[in-house]
């Protein structure tokens, strides 16, 4: 398989440390808040590369992490929260432990998972009564459960004279990797200027680009809720050790894939490949793979500060979870997304239309058609071109293959898009079919006709009485789809 490698600039053959294998790590999400529609985005392009992955024949090994300690602020250690951690504030916030906030969130993070149809870590459809105390079965790590694997790797790093320490914290001395800021190119003089305001909040902090990889509960962090004892006394780790700790120990010390958004590659991803090769002399990660922003109409990464939309906020408005998958899945992941309504809209639209064509094939499944499974193939090896696949899928549809073959295929092919293609043609459909009710098609047939002659006053009018009769209707570029309100 072919994708983007960070590392290498360029689109790169995927040569797996072991032959038809591949060990994935996933940056996961951080628990003290409901997730975002721009992490969502970004964890609908991991299960698709899963998807992608296990299509293409491979054997997956994958973790993602849940971060539920210490997340100081993005950027830097001492940042504009200096003193509040994250998770502490939420738990002040909402007056509870900060345990019982990373809980709480994680169940909401299965919550939307579950509706994204997105698969868990281990390949595995994410059970219904999956939560918070069982996560660890399905392939996601959490940081406070690997407390003792960072306090390892942290000594490793130390013997081997990476670190150093003042009264406050433990730091990576990143002057001791020549090729620190190999992602960005920046020479670490020029960081020093960006990162200036932070110098002297910790005055024995050598570089303004070293990073904590454990804090002391002393000073700022006197408050600090959780913590633990370690050989530099008892506080808490530092963001990025979670990753190197948690990829190591499951994945071994050499795996493949590891992916992030965009935002992780200058502090986040320069910070753990450090740390790796601090640990273990040598870089852990094969491929770096990145994913680009969701942005909203001003071009801004759509985040938690700015209001975001959550994934209930998006269903009370009406839509479906899966018209936010499909909105995220026929973009490649390179490719930056603005996110509008209308957007949205024609991604409901477009798998409206899907699901339409594929009832229409009825339920016989018949066998694959060879020739599209392998094109099919080609698009998800080619970088993942979902694009060139939704576009394939329209073709293959439109073909004169039989109804029966089509089924099968596209059933086939909704392994990796994950639409459950499956329920919506053996579930009794919400999707009104002509023939039920003889006003309803009355009233469906006036409505083409006035479109037809461009009275779109009547259309409307039309359109309220048929929402009177309990059922919606909405235009797409193959008519107009009824369903039941
Ligand atoms: P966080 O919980 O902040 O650590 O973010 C979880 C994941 O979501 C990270 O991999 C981020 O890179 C990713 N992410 C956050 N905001 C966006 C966005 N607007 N677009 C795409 N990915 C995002
Ligand atoms: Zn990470």
Same mark, same amino acid.
């Given at each position: 398989?072919?994708?983007?490698s960070t590392l290498d600039?360029? +689109?790169?053959?995927?040569?797996p440390n072991?032959?038809?294998?591949i060990s994935m790590y996933n940056c996961g ?32 090994k994958r973790v993602m992490n849940?971060t ?13 929260? &200096? ?58 790590t959490?940081a406070?459960?690997y407390?003792n694997q960072m306090i390892e790797v942290v000594k490793r790093m130390e013997e081997r004279g990476f670190t ?6 433990i730091y990576f001395d990143v002057t001791k990797i020549p090729d620190y800021n190999i992602f960005t ?24 680009a070293d990073f904590v990889l454990w ?22 780790p530092g963001w990025h050790i979670e990753c190197s700790a948690m990829g190591t120990s499951i994945l071994g010390e050499r795996f493949d894939i590891h992916t992030g958004?965009?935002?992780h590659i200058p502090v986040h991803h320069s910070n753990e490949r450090a740390q790796n090769i601090g640990a273990f002399g040598h870089p852990v990660v094969k491929y770096w793979i990145h /994913? ?51 957007? $949205?809209?024609?991604?409901? /639209? ?17 066998? $694959? ?6 094109? &099919?193939?080609?698009?998800?090896? /080619? ?29 086939? &092919? ?7 293609? /499956? ?24 409505? +083409? ?24 209707? +909405? ?11």
């Amino acid at each position: 398989m072919k994708l983007y490698s960070t590392l290498d600039k360029k +689109i790169v053959e995927i040569q797996p440390n072991k032959e038809g294998e591949i060990s994935m790590y996933n940056c996961g999400p951080t628990v003290y808040y409901r997730m975002h529609l721009g992490n969502i985005r970004a964890y609908v392009n991991w299960d698709i590369l899963h998807r992608a992955l296990l299509y293409l024949g491979y054997q997956v090994k994958r973790v993602m992490n849940i971060t539920d300690v210490g997340h100081m602020t993005s950027t830097d250690d001492f940042g504009d929260d &200096f003193g509040t951690d994250k998770m502490d504030k939420q738990a002040e916030k909402e007056g509870i432990q900060p345990i019982d906030i990373a809980n709480k969130y994680i169940d909401t993070v299965l919550d939307d998972f579950r509706a994204l149809d997105i698969i868990a870590p281990n390949g595995k459809e994410i059970p219904n009564d999956l939560t918070h105390e069982k996560v660890s079965e399905f392939g996601w790590t959490r940081a406070t459960e690997y407390i003792n694997q960072m306090i390892e790797v942290v000594k490793r790093m130390e013997e081997r004279g990476f670190t150093y320490e003042t009264k406050q914290a433990i730091y990576f001395d990143v002057t001791k990797i020549p090729d620190y800021n190999i992602f960005t190119g920046q020479k670490l003089d020029e960081k020093k200027v960006g990162a200036r305001e932070d110098v002297g909040i910790d005055p024995e902090k050598r570089n303004p680009a070293d990073f904590v990889l454990w804090m002391k509960k002393v000073g700022k962090y006197d408050n600090h809720l959780m913590n633990w004892p370690s050989p530099w006394g008892e506080g808490f780790p530092g963001w990025h050790i979670e990753c190197s700790a948690m990829g190591t120990s499951i994945l071994g010390e050499r795996f493949d894939i590891h992916t992030g958004g965009v935002d992780h590659i200058p502090v986040h991803h320069s910070n753990e490949r450090a740390q790796n090769i601090g640990a273990f002399g040598h870089p852990v990660v094969k491929y770096w793979i990145h /994913n680009e922003w969701l942005v909203n109409k001003e071009d801004e990464k759509i985040s938690k500060s700015k209001g975001a939309d959550s994934l209930p906020e998006i269903v009370k408005l009406g839509y479906d979870p899966l018209d936010i998958r499909y909105l995220f899945l026929s973009v490649n992941y390179r490719t930056k997304i603005s996110f509008s309504m209308e957007a $949205l809209d024609g991604a409901k /639209n477009s798998r409206k239309a899907l699901l339409n064509k594929v009832r229409e094939l009825g339920q016989e499944k018949g066998k $694959l058609l060879e020739k599209y499974v392998e094109a &099919f193939k080609d698009d998800l090896d /080619n970088n993942l071109n979902m694009s060139g696949a939704l576009a394939l899928i329209n073709e293959m549809l439109k073909s004169e293959n039989s109804s029966e073959d089509k089924l099968a295929t596209i059933l086939d &092919f909704d392994r990796v898009l994950g639409l459950n293609l /499956n329920q919506a043609i053996s579930e009794d459909s919400q999707e009104y079919k002509e023939g039920q009710n003889e006003e309803l098609d009355s009233l469906l047939r006036q409505r +083409i006709e006035a479109k037809s002659s461009k009275d779109y006053l009547k259309a409307d009018a039309l359109r309220k009485e048929i929402e009177e009769l309990g059922f919606k209707v +909405i235009d797409t570029s193959q008519g107009q789809i009824v369903s039941k309100n």
